[in-house]
């Protein structure tokens, strides 16, 4: 399928976000036989600070150049052979506290996120027609306290999808993770590895190594970008650049 189709989830850092944003991004995926592009949408809802956040997440178009050998592998409709636009799933993420490292000796998060079956272009295999979920616990602990901030962070949990085969009716995958973070007065950095594990071994097991970026223009304006080559069953790599607006502080009191 594409690149956006079953997306390994983002790592968490243990901590919910206490902030209300919108971000938005361009991304560029490539492998053998497949060109696609996509923007991305992201919200974020902080509910009680400290506590409980809400966040979204959205590929409202995506464009593919798609070569005649890969349709054929991946068996897409006829119908649909001369198809160039997708638009993808959408995700909702509920985060909570779990534990604090002002009074425990790291950040924890639960993570809940269903992925409602929206997409479109089933027929030319960019999606999968069906629901899906996942539940992780990401952690966050700071090695290095100073001018410069280290911190070392990571998830663990399963990622379910619910699939159509005659003898199987879900895939159960764990997931997995694990980064570091630096950070600055007005900026981070983030290098990541993460992946799940299906038990079908269909190419249901993608990993990724990452390299997260942010710069802090103002208190509001932050920009961002990733660099992500894929491995496993992930055929892609993969750039983003984008721009969040926060509409309130990062801290809510």
């Known amino acids: 399928m594409g690149p956006n189709a079953l997306p390994i989830p983002r790592l968490g850092n243990g901590r919910v976000p206490n902030e209300r944003s919108f971000a938005l991004s361009a991304n560029s995926h490539f492998t053998p036989g497949d060109a696609t592009q996509n923007l991305a949408l992201y919200g974020t809802y902080n509910l009680v600070p400290d506590v409980i956040s809400f966040e979204l997440y959205w590929v409202p178009i995506e464009y593919f150049n798609l070569s005649h050998a890969i349709k054929a592998e991946r068996k ?3 119908v649909f052979y001369n198809e160039h636009w997708a638009s993808g799933d959408i995700y909702l993420h509920t985060l909570i506290q779990v534990l604090k490292a002002e009074t425990h000796p790291l950040d924890l998060a639960l993570r809940i996120g269903y992925r409602f079956p929206s997409s479109t272009m089933l027929g030319m295999a960019r999606y999968t027609d069906s ?4 539940l992780d616990l990401s952690f966050g602990k700071k090695l290095i306290d100073g001018n410069l901030d280290l911190s070392v962070q990571g998830m663990g949990g399963i990622f379910v999808w619910q699939i159509n085969q005659n003898r199987q009716n879900q895939n159960d995958a764990p997931l997995f993770g694990l980064g570091l973070n630096l950070e600055g007065k007005n900026w981070a ?17 993608p990993m990724a190594l990452s390299l997260y970026g942010q710069v802090e223009v103002n208190p509001r304006w932050q920009l961002f970008g990733t660099v992500q080559t894929g491995f496993g069953d992930l055929l892609y790599d993969s750039f983003e650049l984008g721009s969040k607006f926060r509409f309130s502080s990062s801290h809510l009191r």
């Open 131 to 134: 629901p899906g979920y996942y």
């Open 189 to 205: 950095l983030s290098p990541a590895f993460r992946g799940y594990s299906g038990y079908l071994n269909n190419g249901d097991r």
């Open 76 to 78: 897409t409709f006829h």
